[in-house]
């Protein structure tokens, strides 16, 4: 949907002291504080249009993430009417070929970011580093047609209660949410971007045109594909929208009376908050939900959920400088993953003895011990990585703990095999491994992951 800028080109704001000095100063935040005060509009007023809360779009104005985020700052200056320019961006026109930064990065040296997918930038960096020639020439051709595959625009999923569609019969409604779980898991995320509006549109059509135990069950199954919605748009580094779709996410599992939906809803509740910065909250959420499942339930499901939230609490932890207390989430998961075996699990999030691995790599190399994040990561055998998401999001993070223990050349070979077997990961906001340089040392951003 297209909106009318908020702000005429005639207005005097376009020329005021306030706007041309925060321009100047590369303060994106500022002109965008600048501009919605000339509209009169209150935080919540403008964070409501765009699709945030007032606290995301005060960090904004203020200069935090996620300003640095290319698409976050399109889509404000489209809303205001602000020229691409003032908010440090190439015109639109040029819009098409430029990656969108993550959210949150970790900072490599020369004062690069997790992300930079520009090909200058990358060669710079790695001949710097001493990677081999061949090896680099390999991953620069790969990420930067990598990088020309856009992904979807997911703004429309705002939209979906609002979009026409018609009823959709129960049993082609479950299979249309179980393949978008399992786009997710096979990492076909354009794909899966371009579809899901469509289909929530259709299950909100479906679960309003129904009764009884059939509007429970639509409401279960919306549910689902919000949580799909959330997953994909925190995997494509939109903070904002990954947290409305849990938010929907959670509220259709309420409704459904569907405790399993309700959990995986709370699940990537819980990662959107812990994205934002909100660690206490989010483990607060995840523990909670934990403590409401038995850990002496035999149902492998249940099961899978427990091991689930634990692993994601132990990130958490690890995130927020908590490392005892991630190793003791860590080993009540993988007793539960071992009393399962591979058993994965509903949704996006599969949950085996190899998940629980996987995450022991992300929590060491978070606490900044890479030593300890490589021995789990050696131990892994790749054919038993329970889908395609989990084989890429399993090597970036190994080329992460590679690059912190001091061996670019392993972390270059490590994103080659990721490009082979997740390219849209590779090419992601969230997974990249270099960010662009627009993005100085003054956007220092978390470290990030969706687990």
Request: one cysteine or more.
């Given at each position: 949907?297209?909106?009318?800028?908020?702000v005429?080109?005639?207005?005097?704001?376009?020329?005021?002291a306030?706007?041309?000095?925060?321009?100047?100063?590369?303060?994106?935040?500022a002109?965008?504080?600048?501009v919605?005060?000339?509209?009169?509009l209150?935080?919540?007023?403008?964070g409501?249009?765009y699709?945030?809360?007032a606290s995301?779009?005060s960090?904004?104005?203020?200069?935090?993430?996620?300003?640095?985020?290319?698409?976050v700052?399109?889509?404000?200056?489209h809303?205001?009417?602000?020229?691409?320019?003032?908010?440090?961006?190439?015109?639109?026109?040029?819009?098409?070929?430029?990656p969108?930064?993550?959210?949150?990065?970790?900072?490599?040296p020369?004062?690069?970011h997790d992300?930079?997918?520009?090909?200058m930038?990358?060669?710079t960096?790695?001949?710097?580093?001493?990677?081999?020639?061949?090896?680099?020439?390999?991953?620069?051709?790969?990420?930067?047609?990598?990088?020309?595959?856009?992904p979807?625009?997911?703004?429309?999923?705002?939209l979906?209660?609002t979009?026409p569609a018609?009823?959709?019969?129960?049993?082609?409604a479950?299979?249309?949410?179980?393949?978008?779980?399992q786009?997710?898991?096979?990492a076909?995320?354009?794909?899966?971007a371009?579809?899901?509006?469509?289909?929530?549109?259709s299950?909100?059509?479906s679960?309003?045109?129904?009764?009884?135990?059939?509007?429970?069950?639509?409401?279960?199954?919306?549910s689902?594909?919000?949580?799909?919605?959330?997953?994909?748009?925190?995997k494509q580094?939109d903070?904002a929208?990954?947290?409305?779709?849990?938010?929907?996410?959670?509220?259709?599992?309420?409704?459904?009376?569907?405790h399993a939906a309700?959990t995986?809803?709370?699940?990537?509740?819980?990662i959107?908050?812990?994205?934002?910065g909100?660690?206490?909250?989010?483990?607060?959420?995840?523990?909670?939900?934990?403590?409401?499942?038995?850990?002496a339930?035999?149902?492998?499901?249940?099961?899978?959920?427990?091991?689930?939230?634990?692993?994601t609490?132990?990130?958490?932890?690890?995130?927020?400088?908590?490392?005892?207390?991630?190793?003791t989430?860590?080993?009540?998961?993988a007793?539960?993953?071992?009393?399962?075996?591979?058993?994965?699990?509903?949704?996006?999030?599969p949950?085996t003895?190899t998940?629980?691995?996987?995450?022991?790599?992300?929590?060491?190399?978070t606490?900044?011990?890479?030593?300890a994040?490589?021995r789990?990561?050696?131990?892994?055998?790749?054919s038993?990585?329970?889908?395609a998401?989990?084989?890429g999001?399993?090597?970036?993070?190994?080329?992460?703990?590679?690059?912190?223990?001091?061996?670019?050349?392993?972390?270059?070979?490590a994103?080659?095999?990721?490009e082979?077997?997740?390219?849209?990961d590779?090419?992601?906001?969230v997974?990249?491994?270099?960010?662009?340089?627009?993005?100085?040392?003054?956007?220092?951003?978390?470290p990030?992951?969706?687990?």
């Open positions: 949907m297209e909106h009318a800028p908020l005429a080109s005639t207005h005097p704001v376009w020329t005021s306030e706007v041309a000095a925060a321009a100047r100063a590369d303060q994106p935040g002109v965008i504080r600048h919605r005060q000339a509209t009169g209150t935080l919540d007023q403008l409501s249009l699709g945030c809360s995301t779009l960090r904004i104005e203020r200069g935090q993430p996620p300003v640095d985020q290319i698409g700052r399109r889509r404000l200056a809303l205001l009417g602000i020229p691409d320019e003032l908010v440090g961006l190439a015109p639109a026109r040029h819009a098409a070929r430029v969108q930064p993550p959210a949150q990065a970790d900072t490599l020369g004062g690069a992300g930079d997918r520009s090909p930038r990358r060669r960096l790695l001949t710097g580093a001493g990677v081999s020639a061949a090896a680099l020439a390999g991953l620069t051709s790969s990420l930067a047609a990598a990088a020309d595959r856009q979807a625009s997911l703004d429309r999923l705002l979906a209660p979009l018609a009823v959709l019969p129960a049993e082609r479950a299979t249309a949410v179980a393949g978008a779980a786009a997710y898991r096979d076909r995320y354009n794909t899966l371009a579809a899901l509006p469509q289909l929530l549109a299950l909100h059509t679960r309003d045109a129904s009764d009884g135990h059939r509007k429970e069950a639509m409401a279960g199954l919306l689902r594909a919000y949580a799909v919605a959330s997953s994909l748009a925190t580094g903070d929208i990954a947290l409305t779709m849990a938010d929907r996410a959670r509220a259709e599992a309420l409704t459904a009376g569907d309700l995986a809803a709370t699940h990537v509740l819980a959107t908050m812990r994205r934002d909100h660690h206490t909250g989010a483990l607060n959420l995840l523990l909670g939900t934990a403590a409401q499942l038995d850990p339930d035999t149902d492998p499901a249940a099961l899978a959920a427990y091991g689930t939230l634990l692993c609490a132990a990130y958490t932890s690890a995130q927020a400088g908590q490392a005892v207390d991630a190793d989430y860590l080993s009540e998961a007793a539960a993953a071992d009393r399962i075996g591979d058993h994965q699990g509903a949704g996006v999030h949950f003895p998940t629980v691995t996987m995450y022991r790599i992300s929590v060491h190399t606490i900044g011990d890479s030593g994040a490589l789990p990561a050696a131990s892994v055998d790749p038993r990585l329970p889908t998401e989990r084989h999001r399993y090597l970036v993070d190994t080329a992460r703990a590679w690059h912190r223990h001091g061996r670019p050349d392993r972390a270059t070979h994103l080659l095999a990721a082979r077997h997740a390219p849209e590779v090419a992601g906001p997974s990249g491994t270099w960010s662009p340089p627009c993005c100085t040392r003054r956007h220092q951003r978390r990030h992951s969706v687990n």
